[in-house]
C-alpha cells in the first residue's frame, strides 16, 4: 500500500508536472539530484550506478598517480620521491578531494547560487589549509619535532602558499563532479521524457476508449429502447470492440488487421442502428495486414465521419487505405451532416493529432479539407 502511495506521488510530481523540467533548468537541479539519490524506489535507475562511480575514482586515482607519482629520466620510468611531507600532503589531498565531492558540491547545486558555490569553494580552501597546518605544523611537530614551514611563517602568506596547492584537487573534484552530475541529468532527462511520451499516450489511449464506447451504448441503448430484433447481434459486436479495448489496445503496437477488425465492428453497429447496409465503401491496398500500428490511429477518421457525417447508400462514407513498407496513406470523406460541423476539435482527433506528434515526430501529415458539403481527412506517415 505504502508502495502504492509512493509510486502515485513521484508520478505527480516528476511525470504528471513535467514542464517546470523543461523550463526551469536551475530548479530542475535540485529535483534531479534528489531523484538519483534516492533512485525514486527503484523506479528509475541511472546509467551511473555506485558501483560505476567507485570504478570511475578508481580509474582517476590511477590516471593521477600516473602522472604525479611517475617519472621519466634516461633510466625510464620511475617512481619519484616520497617523503614525508609529500605523504602528509596526499592525505591532505585526498581528504579535500572527497569533503568537496561528498559534502560541498552537493549542497551548492541543491540548487545552484553563486553566492553558495563562492562560499563552498571558499570552505573547501580552509578546510584544505587548516588540516594541512594541523597535520603539518601541529601533528609534526609534536610527534616527530619537524614542520613543513620555517618556524614564523606569516599566517597570510601560509594562506597565499596554500591557495595554491589547494585549487589542484578542489578543481578536479569539481570537474569529475560535474562530469558525472551531467551524465546522470542528461540521462534522467531522456528518462523523463520517455516516461513523459508514455504516461501521455497512456492517458490520450484512455480518453479515447470511453468516448469511443459511450458511442457506441447509445447505439444500443437506442435500438433496445425500440425493440428491436438486432440488440442481441449489437451486443455481440460490442463484446468485440470490449475485447479490443481491454487486451489490444493496452499494448503499444498492433496489427493493421486488427485496427481494421475494430473498425469494421463499429461501423456494423451504426448498421444495425441505421436498418440498412453499404453505407461504407472501402477501397484497401494494403501489402501486409500484419504490418504492426499503434491502436487508434485509424478509428478516429471512421467515427468522426460517423458522427458528424451524413452517409446512405447513396452518399456513402468513403474510406480509402494504402500501405507498405514505406508510408501509410488514409483519407476519409464523408457528406457534411446538417447543422453539424466537422473539425479538428473533437476529442478523437486532437488525441490522434498529439499521439502523432509524440510517435512520429515530422514523419506525419494530417491534414482535414471542406469543399462544398464535403469534409475529407487525409493521414500519410512515412515509415522510413
Request: proline content about 3%.
Amino acid at each position: 500500500m505504502r508502495q502504492n502511495l509512493r509510486k502515485e506521488a513521484v508520478l505527480e510530481n516528476f511525470i504528471y508536472k513535467p514542464l517546470w523540467f523543461i523550463y526551469e533548468p536551475v530548479y530542475s537541479i535540485e529535483t534531479i539530484y534528489l531523484a538519483l539519490q534516492k533512485q525514486i524506489s527503484g523506479m528509475y535507475k541511472s546509467s551511473i550506478s555506485l558501483k560505476k562511480e567507485v570504478i570511475i575514482h578508481l580509474v582517476f586515482w590511477l590516471i593521477w598517480m600516473y602522472y604525479s607519482l611517475i617519472v621519466l629520466d634516461d633510466n625510464g620510468f620511475r617512481i619519484g620521491e616520497v617523503d614525508l611531507f609529500y605523504t602528509t600532503g596526499m592525505v591532505v589531498y585526498v581528504t579535500t578531494f572527497y569533503v568537496h565531492y561528498l559534502f560541498v558540491l552537493p549542497r551548492v547545486f541543491k540548487p545552484f547560487k553563486w553566492k553558495k558555490a563562492i562560499m563552498g569553494f571558499v570552505i573547501s580552501f580552509l578546510f584544505f589549509a587548516t588540516l594541512r597546518y594541523l597535520i603539518e605544523e601541529v601533528l609534526t611537530l609534536y610527534f616527530l619535532n619537524i614542520r613543513n614551514y620555517y618556524p614564523g611563517t606569516n599566517m597570510v602568506y601560509y594562506f597565499y602558499d596554500n591557495l595554491f596547492y589547494s585549487s589542484q584537487p578542489i578543481i578536479l573534484c569539481t570537474a569529475l563532479w560535474l562530469i558525472i552530475f551531467l551524465v546522470r541529468t542528461l540521462d534522467y532527462n531522456n528518462y523523463m521524457i520517455r516516461e513523459q511520451k508514455n504516461l501521455e499516450i497512456k492517458f490520450l489511449k484512455s480518453q479515447i476508449n470511453p468516448h469511443f464506447i459511450f458511442n457506441t451504448l447509445n447505439n444500443i441503448y437506442s435500438m433496445v429502447h425500440f425493440q428491436s430484433p438486432n440488440a442481441l447481434s449489437a451486443i455481440e459486436k460490442l463484446s468485440n470492440i470490449m475485447r479490443f479495448t481491454t487486451y489490444e489496445a493496452q499494448k503499444s503496437m498492433i496489427r493493421l488487421s486488427e485496427e481494421l477488425n475494430y473498425i469494421h465492428a463499429y461501423i456494423e453497429l451504426e448498421e444495425l442502428r441505421h436498418y440498412e447496409k453499404s453505407f461504407v465503401k472501402w477501397e484497401l491496398n494494403i501489402k501486409d495486414e500484419n504490418m504492426e500500428i499503434p491502436p487508434y490511429m485509424l478509428s478516429p477518421f471512421i467515427e468522426n465521419a460517423l458522427k458528424h457525417g451524413a452517409y446512405s447508400e447513396e452518399n456513402p462514407i468513403l474510406i480509402s487505405l494504402f500501405c507498405d513498407d514505406k508510408q501509410i496513406r488514409f483519407e476519409v470523406k464523408n457528406q457534411i451532416g446538417q447543422q453539424k460541423k466537422d473539425q479538428l476539435g473533437g476529442i478523437g482527433l486532437q488525441n490522434l493529432e498529439t499521439r502523432l506528434g509524440i510517435l512520429y515526430p515530422e514523419k506525419y501529415r494530417l491534414q482535414t479539407h471542406q469543399e462544398d458539403e464535403v469534409f475529407s481527412a487525409n493521414l500519410e506517415i512515412r515509415l522510413k
